[in-house]
């Protein structure tokens, strides 16, 4: 059988803004009320202001001319889309490299430096590399950091998060790296060489939209 409505109980503990401490009838459409009223206030009450702010935003009209009159079509486009135009430095600064960090616990947690592998060394050097026989091209850059961040521009304000470097010591030389795009993890093997690494790490942005080595 329903149980019977609770005595005692006043309509402020449901709804602190009605300012009522006095006891609430003990029926089932008194306590409906109460419910009823602690809903809007937890749903509405609480929320007015943000809820104001929301439909402001789509019905306000904001002038933004004299601001944006200042910049050209192509900071405005950047602003808006992010950098798809990375320079070598630009990528560069988007890892975190284990081997040259002031923390030892960065060095440590990356594994590279346990086994005597060379491989941050070896993507650095391709990164500042700008031969495209040995390096990367432009494109080359954007789709390094689609792969590794899911991201096909870079923000004005850089990464919030940098990319981080470890070791897939669950793999060999002939194994493609991994990449974690949520956390902006990148797992390379100890390849042996720079060429090795560049063949490899190519051959895995190459497959970027179609989830090849990719979690």
């Known amino acids: 059988p329903p149980r019977e409505p609770q005595a005692g109980l006043s309509l402020d503990l449901f709804d602190p803004a009605a300012d009522d401490c006095a006891e609430l009838p003990a029926t089932c459409h008194a ?10 206030h937890r749903l509405l009450g609480c929320r007015e ?28 486009m950047r602003m808006m889309r992010g950098n798809t135009a990375l320079s070598a430095e630009e990528l560069l600064a988007c890892f975190q490299w284990p081997d040259t960090h002031a923390s030892a616990h960065v060095e440590e947690q ?22 495209f026989e040995s390096g990367l091209s432009t494109d080359q850059r954007l789709h390094l950091l689609e792969w590794a961040t899911a991201l096909t521009a870079l923000p004005c304000s850089g990464l919030k998060d940098p990319i981080t470097l470890k070791l897939y010591a669950e793999a ?18 100890a390849y042996r060489s720079r060429a090795q690494l560049r063949e490899k790490l190519l051959k895995a942005v190459e497959h970027r939209h179609d989830g090849f080595q990719i979690e």
């Open 172 to 189: 060999d030389e002939n194994d493609l790296p991994n990449v974690h795009t949520c956390t902006h993890e990148v797992h390379l093997p």
């Open 31 to 40: 306590m409906a009320t109460a419910i009823s009223a602690g809903c809007r």
């Open 110 to 131: 990356a594994g590279f430096a346990a086994v005597g592998s060379k491989v941050p060394a070896f993507l650095r050097e391709i990164i500042l590399d700008e031969c």
């Open 49 to 76: 202001q943000s809820l104001r702010a929301l439909r402001e935003g789509f019905t306000e009209l904001v002038d933004l001319r004299i601001q944006l009159g200042a910049l050209g079509s192509n900071e405005l």
